[in-house]
T-cell receptor, first 113, second 116 residues
Framework: NAGVMQNPRHLVRRRGQEARLRCSPM?????VYWYRQLPEEGLKFMVY????????ESGMPKERFSAEFPKEGPSILRIQQVVRGDSAAYFC???????????FGQGTRLTVV | DQQVKQNSPSLSVQEGRISILNCDYT??????FLWYKKYPAEGPTFLIS?????DKNEDGRFTVFLNKSAKHLSLHIVPSQPGDSAVYFC???????????????FGKGTKLSVKP
């Protein structure tokens, strides 16, 4: 049973470009969470999705960031017009139910140059 | 305003001794607490959790203690092993604290070094 798969592992984008981060949850998991980790910081919650629905997006910046978890395929975190401050590690996690522990992927390290 | 605080950024322990990692929280609506372990360039790995209806949960070498009145929890690792060297994150969630239960609030982590 494969774990949570994130790709790419590393992503370099120039300022103003778009970044697309993909997350395939563990088999049987329908709850997906995205977190961001800045250097020397803990993980900060961004968004919680359940198939085709956004349950909680209280941690998402109001502009340029969006997330989806379609019926088929991986969850996508999309960052438009990236800026240097978007450089961080972005982690996806999944769980089979809301109130069980979440399993994390290895993260995507986004660098904006 | 940090709702989950890990006040020790680092901890060094001798192999075989006990490691105690501490975590404080401010929101009394949190009712579920977790510890994650993280190696560099990897995602966090779930270690152990505790519900607010308990004050202790044990899994092998790992024990988590919860003191609700003090809003404090701790992770005990005994005996500590060099392979335990990693960053440990405390996290909290709850049904009624203001966010969804899927919204984990993480501390900044404590880097544990276990010396042979």
């Amino acid at each position: 049973n494969a774990g949570v798969m994130q790709n790419p592992r590393h992503l370099v984008r120039r300022r103003g470009q778009e970044a697309r981060l993909r997350c395939s949850p563990m088999k049987g998991h329908s709850h997906v969470y995205w977190y961001r980790q800045l250097p020397e910081e803990g993980l900060k919650f961004m968004v919680y999705l359940q198939k085709e629905n956004i349950i909680d997006e209280s941690g998402m910046p109001k502009e340029r960031f969006s997330a989806e978890f379609p019926k088929e395929g991986p969850s996508i975190l999309r960052i438009q017009q990236v800026v240097r401050g978007d450089s961080a590690a972005y982690f996806c996690a999944s769980s089979p139910q809301e109130n069980t522990e979440a399993f994390f992927g290895q993260g995507t390290r986004l660098t904006v140059v | 305003d940090q709702q989950v605080k890990q006040n020790s950024p680092s901890l060094s322990v001798q192999e075989g001794r006990i490691s105690i990692l501490n975590c404080d929280y401010t929101n009394s609506m949190f009712d579920y607490f977790l510890w994650y372990k993280k190696y560099p360039a990897e995602g966090p790995t779930f270690l152990i959790s505790i519900s607010s209806i308990k004050d202790k949960n044990e899994d092998g070498r790992f024990t988590v203690f919860l003191n609700k009145s003090a809003k404090h929890l701790s992770l005990h690792i005994v005996p500590s092993q060099p392979g335990d060297s990693a960053v440990y994150f405390c996290a909290a969630s709850g049904k009624n604290y203001g966010g969804s239960q899927g919204n984990l609030i993480f501390g900044k982590g404590t880097k544990l070094s276990v010396k042979p």
